[in-house]
T-cell receptor
Framework: NAGVTQTPKFRVLKTGQSMTLLCAQDMNHEYMYWYRQDPGMGLRLIHYSVGEGTTAKGEVPDGYNVSRLKKQNFLLGLESAAPSQTSVYFC?????????????FGPGTRLTVL | GEDVEQSLFLSVREGDSSVINCTYTDSSSTYLYWYKQEPGAGLQLLTYIFSNMDMKQDQRLTVLLNKKDKHLSLRIADTQTGDSAIYFCAEALYQKVTFGTGTKLQVIP
């Protein structure tokens, strides 16, 4: 099992450009998440999905859109990148067992917006 | 909203015990977690504790939970250089998980 994979690993964008980050999981998990990690701020939730075809906003959704057309994939889009979106982006998936929600993380995408 | 707070940095000598602290605000949290992030990698679950427990031990790791004070701690016994990483606590209520700011543990040989 590959677990959670993310593509690309690194990307440099110019302000105003668009891009899509792809997350894939092979664990048949219902829930998927996108976080951003910035120094001193921990992980902040951007958007999440509780199942195929559903998405919901997290703590910092502005400037991002998501889609979950297939259960195993969760896409994060930046329509018009801004320097404030320079960050490391992590995707995670989980399956809630009882009340326990153990998240499995991908290796991250390091994005720089110039 | 919920805030989960941690000190940013901890430095210990190899062989000593490390104690990483966390405070959270949502008393409804059902589970609390500790994740480890090594350089250039994603987070990996280390251990967790159910909210009706006050202690959990797992080999070198001991988790203490004080629900009254909303305080969580992770003790690592006999800290090794391989334990150098960023440690995140997280609180969860169903599908919603809130992470702390992370504590960078530096282990001095």
């Amino acid at each position: 099992n590959a677990g959670v994979t993310q593509t690309p690993k690194f990307r440099v964008l110019k302000t105003g450009q668009s891009m899509t980050l792809l997350c894939a999981q092979d664990m048949n998990h219902e829930y998927m998440y996108w976080y951003r990690q910035d120094p001193g701020m921990g992980l902040r939730l951007i958007h999440y999905s509780v199942g195929e075809g559903t998405t919901a906003k997290g703590e910092v959704p502005d400037g991002y859109n998501v889609s979950r057309l297939k259960k195993q994939n969760f896409l994060l889009g930046l329509e018009s990148a801004a320097p404030s979106q320079t960050s490391v982006y992590f995707c995670a998936s989980s399956s809630v067992v009882g009340l326990r929600n153990e998240q499995f993380f991908g290796p991250g995408t390091r994005l720089t917006v110039l | 909203g919920e805030d989960v707070e941690q000190s940013l940095f901890l430095s210990v000598r190899e062989g000593d015990s490390s104690v990483i602290n966390c405070t959270y605000t949502d008393s409804s949290s059902t589970y609390l977690y500790w994740y480890k992030q090594e350089p250039g990698a994603g987070l990996q679950l280390l251990t967790y504790i159910f909210s009706n427990m006050d202690m959990k031990q797992d080999q070198r790791l001991t988790v203490l939970l004080n629900k009254k004070d909303k305080h969580l701690s992770l003790r690592i016994a006999d800290t090794q250089t391989g334990d150098s990483a960023i440690y995140f606590c997280a609180e969860a209520l169903y599908q919603k998980v809130t992470f702390g700011t992370g504590t960078k543990l530096q282990v001095i040989p």
